[in-house]
């Protein structure tokens, strides 16, 4: 099987997941985030951190390109109509 093959069919595969599971994998990203840059307070050496930082940041794109996946644009659209909303009341 071909890499091409293999990225279409987990494509096909995150997008068959529901909803939910696309909102809750996009929030995950978020404490990656906050850990890719708050282990930079921590007291070890500078390898360790960058390697920590590297790690901790490419789990955080991760999880926001796949929610995004899971989500897809009509998903995306809901998620980003219901944001709105809930800030105009």
Sequence with gaps: MTIGKMIIKVK????????????????????????????????ISVAAKGVLWTVLFGMAKTCQYGGLTIL????YKLLKNKFNLSSKQ
Excluded at 14 to 37: A, D, M, W
Aim: net charge neutral.
């Design 12 to 43: 096909q595969w995150l997008q068959s997941l529901s909803f939910r599971t696309g909102v809750i994998v996009l929030l995950c990203c978020i404490p990656f985030y906050i850990l890719s840059f708050a282990q930079m307070l921590l007291p």
């Design 72 to 75: 897809g644009v009509e998903g």
